[in-house]
């Protein structure tokens, strides 16, 4: 069957060429509908449950990662001339985007911004000197003194200020001298490309008036939106410079292992449609570039090369000793081991479907997919292509027969069928020791994972997301909502009462840092109501009934105040309230006891009117990184199951079996000797790459054997079978390997710490595999390999 399918495909070359490239056409005519997607929501696990919940959180109080924060370094704390320069600030920064503004690019007309925030905008409580109480943003008592600010108040301001509530430490981190603007992207702005633009046209302007205000020392842009729109940009610099490299080090690559143009070509031919046809495919089903899938053209590239050196180097070589064989024979007998090959490289991408998390996922499922059509190129147009290219004179042999060109490869296999065959013995017992002392430097790898992992510790970036973590006491939100079951207004004594218990517990542990909660103002105002500290409610801060907050609330509605400015800690329609704090970027392990402690503590305060729940955009992230090892773990262990099993079903000879597992298995506990000797921790970046690299290293055992069978079912020795397996197969294997090892090499220079540490490790396992699969397997076929199969 397979034989008749190449000769029906090559008797209709002409034909079958001309349909394929019409299908190529079409399938790849989608790569015009790509692009970048650095969404948050793509690190939330799968769970539809958990989706629609945090869903239903995001449209009652809105996102909680919308908000770009400027920092404001001060060259002392809150002078009068720092202060003045705030409040210019956040009045220009408002006006960014809008037409006539002479302080930025027209954006459409349309404002970047749809709020703009300072400590000036806060709200306070004071007496007026009439006795008459007054609330209002800060800016109103600071700014008392004809629109200046008044030296004298903000004195006595600073020497009271706490940072605890309301709101305030949200705005200001006096030891560091450093104040905070909260900026809200517009909705026509919230999106990928509009977080790009805020952020980069804001940065522009600060850029341009750094200097220009008394008392501020320089300003930096952070938080969320920025760090997914600098995101966005690291992959798309990515992407413009890793491909090309990848391409050209491929090339020189298989110029110096071929040394042959229409060979190189052919191939580069096979990778590049299987390119455009993986790539098209993506754009016409939606699916975008994410910071893990970014890599998956520099993989695929890499891989999809290796099928086309298997069948060409497997042409040379029988047409070196058997020139008048037909391609069909040759595209038959490599049909099988092609298959083989492709079907475990599948399994191990694929494996990392059992991940729960959708940015896995869908790398998993656009890499596997790329292989497979790399495979099917191999099958029907690669053939094409060769059968074409005969025709040219160019495609052949050197007088003689052979091709004087590949005399250094076939040099290099002869000296290592020698070795293996004179020297089994010593070879399988070194490289078990190798793997034992490999062995017991990965028990000593640690697993630690971070929100903030995939991003290099030295980078720009994450230097600015350590300032802000630092002067905001936590970037990462969380949020405990507390809903009334029967839908009531939750503006009610017992409802405050209960944000405040959980304010107060947040308050006491050290990983939470800042802590806002709606009945922070109101406790203020309750507090300079009661004059007569002996008056004061058993609770000692909040009103003690329904009606004494209602009064408050009266009060605060009466003159402006908004208890919680940029933090939207009650629902519009007054059905919920949440009490929103920061963590800093704790190990995922304590990240999950610490979730766990506060669900234990809020499950107590719900009653039969009440529920309280934890949520918030870090939670749903740490849900995902909770299970994530284990479930990574777990289709590690499926393609060890499914690579024993194709062993067993296209090898049935149990020792052959174990040799084929060992080879493999070995070099996998050398990747992780390797992360524990560099401080590598197990990640989801790491862990991922296990299956994909076993799934590949399988590829060269099964050519090595598909040959030993062969030779072994003609009545060789078993040093005979090895001997020429490897003088068959041993070529293609090395090109292949040490194309893959140069390709993944490539991605060592990404900005990405997730990207170089799987180029890393990836060019690693595929040299260390290499060493196994021309060494150690055929060593040990030769002392217990079937004699004849």
Same mark, same amino acid.
């Given at each position: 069957m397979i034989r008749a399918w190449f000769g029906m495909l090559l008797a209709w070359r002409r034909v079958a060429l001309t349909a394929c490239f019409v299908a190529i056409l079409i399938l790849s005519a989608g790569m015009a509908r790509l692009d970048v997607d650095f969404n948050v929501e793509s690190f939330f696990p799968r769970d539809d449950g958990k989706t629609l919940a945090f869903n239903r959180y995001i449209k009652t109080f809105g996102r909680d990662d919308d908000l770009l924060l400027v920092l404001v370094k001060a060259v002392a704390p809150l002078s009068p001339d720092f202060v003045t320069a705030l409040d210019v600030l956040v009045r220009q920064i408002n006006g960014l985007g809008l037409a006539g503004s002479d302080c930025c690019e027209i954006t459409n007309g349309h404002p970047l911004f749809s709020d703009v925030w300072s400590f000036l905008d806060t709200p306070y409580p004071w007496l007026r000197d009439d006795n008459i109480l007054r609330i209002g943003p800060l800016r109103e008592r600071v700014m008392a003194n004809g629109g200046r600010p008044d030296a004298t108040f903000l004195d006595a301001f600073v020497a009271s200020m706490s940072l605890k509530g309301p709101v305030l430490g949200n705005f200001l981190d006096p030891a560091n001298h450093t104040a905070v603007l909260m900026v809200k992207l517009a909705p026509g702005f919230a999106d990928n490309r509009g977080r790009m633009e805020a952020t980069r046209t804001l940065r522009a302007f600060l850029g341009k008036e750094s200097g220009r205000f008394p008392g501020v020392e320089s300003f930096t842009v952070s938080g969320m939106p920025a760090a997914r729109a600098d995101g966005m940009e690291l992959i798309q610099r990515d992407q413009a410079r890793l491909l090309p490299i990848a391409f050209a080090v491929n090339v020189i690559m298989l110029v110096l292992l071929f040394r042959r143009g229409i060979d190189v070509m052919l191939v580069v031919i096979q990778v590049m449609l299987t390119l455009a046809v993986t790539l098209g495919i993506m754009g016409h089903l939606g699916l975008k570039f994410s910071i893990i899938s970014s890599v998956m053209p520099v993989i695929l590239l890499t891989t999809g090369s290796s099928y086309g050196i298997q069948i060409l180097t497997r042409l040379r070589t029988l047409r070196s000793t058997v020139p008048d064989i037909s391609l069909v024979d040759v595209f038959t007998q490599m049909a099988g081991p092609v298959f083989l090959a492709n079907f475990t490289t599948v399994v191990g991408f694929f494996s990392l479907y059992n991940a729960d998390m959708k940015l896995i996922n869908e790398f998993a499922a656009v890499t596997a997919g790329g292989v497979f059509i790399a495979y099917i190129m191999s099958v029907t147009v690669f053939p094409l292509l060769i059968s074409i290219a005969e025709l040219s004179p160019i495609f052949s042999p050197t007088p003689g027969g052979r091709f004087r060109d590949r005399r250094t490869l076939r040099m290099i296999v002869l000296s290592i069928s020698r070795l293996v065959t004179h020297r089994p013995r010593a070879i399988v017992v070194l490289f078990l020791a190798i793997g034992m002392i490999m062995l017991w430097f990965a028990a000593q790898t640690k697993t630690r994972t971070y929100v903030f992992d995939d991003f290099r510790p030295d980078s720009l970036l994450m230097k600015h997301i350590r300032q802000a973590e630092q002067v905001c006491r936590g970037v990462l939100p969380m949020s405990v909502v507390v809903t009334s079951r029967s839908g009531r207004v939750v503006l009610r004594e017992k409802f405050i009462a209960k944000s405040a218990e959980i304010a107060a517990f947040l308050r006491t542990l050290p990983e939470v840092g800042k802590v806002d909660s709606p009945s922070d103002l109101i406790r203020d105002v309750w507090l300079l109501l009661t004059e007569d500290p002996g008056t004061a409610p058993a609770n000692g801060e909040l009103p003690p009934d329904d009606a004494s907050l209602a009064n408050i609330m009266r009060l605060l509605l009466a003159n402006g105040g908004k208890a919680d400015i940029g933090q939207?800690?009650?629902?519009?329609?007054? #059905?919920?309230?949440? /009490?929103? !704090?920061?963590?800093?970027?704790? =190990?995922?392990?304590?990240?999950?006891?610490?979730?766990?402690?506060?669900?234990?503590?809020?499950?107590?305060?719900?009653? %039969?009117?009440?529920?309280?729940?934890?949520?918030?955009?870090?939670?749903?992230?740490? =849900?995902? &990184?909770?299970?994530?090892?284990?479930?990574? /773990? /777990?289709?590690?262990?499926?393609?060890?199951?499914?690579?024993?099993?194709?062993?067993?079903?296209?090898?049935?000879?149990?020792?052959?079996?174990?040799?084929?597992?060992? *080879?493999? @298995?070995?070099?996998? !506990?050398?990747?992780?000797?390797?992360?524990?000797?560099?401080? @590598?921790?197990?990640?989801?970046?790491?862990?991922?790459?296990?299956?994909?690299?076993?799934?590949?290293?399988?590829?060269?055992?099964? &050519?090595? $054997?598909? %040959?030993?069978?062969? !030779? #072994?079912?003609? *009545?060789?020795?078993?040093? *005979?079978?090895?001997?020429?397996?490897?003088?068959?197969? *041993? =070529?293609?294997?090395?090109?292949?390997?040490?194309?893959?090892?140069?390709? $993944?090499?490539?991605?060592? #220079?990404? %900005?990405? %710490?997730?990207? !170089?540490?799987?180029?890393?490790?990836?060019? $690693?396992?595929?040299?260390?595999?290499?060493? &196994?699969?021309?060494?150690?397997?055929?060593?040990?076929?030769?002392?217990?390999?079937?004699?004849?199969?």
């Open positions: 939207r800690l009650v629902s519009d329609d007054l #059905s919920a309230l949440r /009490v929103k !704090f920061r963590i800093r970027d704790i =190990e995922s392990n304590a990240a999950a006891a610490l979730i766990d402690k506060i669900r234990a503590f809020i499950i107590g305060l719900e009653d %039969e009117e009440t529920t309280v729940n934890l949520t918030g955009t870090t939670v749903m992230i740490q =849900e995902a &990184y909770r299970n994530i090892l284990g479930n990574l /773990v /777990v289709g590690f262990l499926a393609v060890i199951g499914i690579t024993i099993l194709v062993f067993a079903i296209a090898f049935p000879h149990i020792p052959s079996v174990i040799l084929g597992f060992l *080879g493999n @298995i070995i070099p996998m !506990f050398g990747i992780m000797a390797l992360m524990a000797l560099n401080g @590598i921790t197990f990640k989801p970046s790491t862990t991922t790459i296990f299956g994909i690299a076993l799934g590949m290293a399988v590829d060269n055992t099964i &050519y090595f $054997f598909r %040959e030993y069978w062969t !030779f #072994s079912g003609r *009545g060789f020795s078993r040093a *005979g079978s090895v001997r020429r397996a490897l003088l068959r197969a *041993g =070529e293609g294997i090395l090109v292949s390997s040490l194309t893959l090892a140069a390709g $993944f090499s490539v991605l060592m #220079s990404s %900005e990405f %710490e997730a990207q !170089f540490l799987i180029g890393l490790l990836l060019s $690693f396992s595929v040299g260390l595999a290499l060493m &196994y699969d021309l060494l150690f397997v055929p060593a040990g076929m030769v002392l217990f390999g079937p004699r004849q199969s």
